[in-house]
């Protein structure tokens, strides 16, 4: 995904890095989702300088999310809570871990600095969640559907899949609209699952941008990708520009 999509760090994935943080959050009425909105402009901020001294031309929209910018937003959310958490009663049982997150954050953002910010040179935003519709007709069992699409540009690029639009259906088929096309796009995927499934395509060629798919049969399990197109390079603190 883009760093620009959405929130690219949950509070599940906040918990892999800190086993207390909710327990913390709800005794000092801390809200976990505008720390993590707050931390990841924040980050931003610091990407985007970071780009704009090293003379690239490349906006927030062109970054890459990869596991060590999670990392890094994890470790600098917890920061923040555990320095709310000390400031609101000076309790020295936040303090020890405030100013461990707050070390981790540092040494993290220095080694992504040093590793590289992967740069895609044609953003392609993640697709908004798709318009649906249910209908009798069709050979769909009746079941809970978690429907997702993504756009392709037309230099074959691949955006991040949509978040999952749940169905209700009770037999028949699914209409699927993904809605206003992105400039430049040549068209789109629709990916579906029963829900909690991992979800597979169910275009076997790719969909133009003003198309309306029908799901009225099965679900396929046998289509692959396609994924989500990575970086074209990374900028490094040394100044030097890598094919990713």
Not at 68 to 83: E, F, G, K, P, W
Not at 140 to 157: D, E, K, R, V
Not at 191 to 217: C, G, K, M, Y
Request: with cysteine; hydrophobic share 40%.
């Amino acid at each position: 995904m883009l760093f620009t999509d959405g929130t690219i760090l949950s509070i599940q994935e906040l918990r892999e890095h800190d086993n207390f943080v909710l327990d913390v959050a709800s005794t000092e009425s801390i809200d976990l989702s505008s720390k993590l909105a707050v931390a990841q402009r924040e980050i931003g901020y610091e990407i985007q300088s970071f780009l704009t001294t090293r003379r690239a031309s490349a906006e927030l929209s062109n970054v890459v999310v990869n596991q060590q910018m999670r990392d890094l937003l994890a470790t600098h959310v917890l920061s923040i809570v555990y320095r709310d958490a000390y400031n609101l009663h000076l309790n020295d049982r936040y303090l020890g871990r405030w100013k461990e997150f707050t070390r981790a954050s540092e040494r993290g953002l220095m080694r992504l600095y040093q590793n590289g910010i992967g740069i895609t040179t044609v953003a392609v935003a993640q697709a908004a969640k798709p318009t649906v519709t249910v209908s009798p007709d069709g050979g769909l069992a009746s079941g809970m559907y978690a429907i997702h699409t993504a756009w392709q540009h037309i230099s074959g690029t691949i955006g991040e899949r949509s978040p999952a639009m749940i169905v209700d259906c009770s037999g028949g088929s699914i209409g699927v609209d993904p809605g206003r096309a992105p400039i430049n796009a040549v068209g789109w995927h629709v990916f579906a699952a029963e829900l909690d499934s991992p979800a597979s395509r169910q275009n076997h060629s790719i969909l133009a941008p003003e198309t309306v798919w029908t799901q009225s049969a099965a679900l396929r399990q046998d289509l692959a990708g396609p994924e989500v197109s990575g970086a074209d390079y990374y900028v490094r603190s040394a100044g030097l520009l890598s094919r990713g």
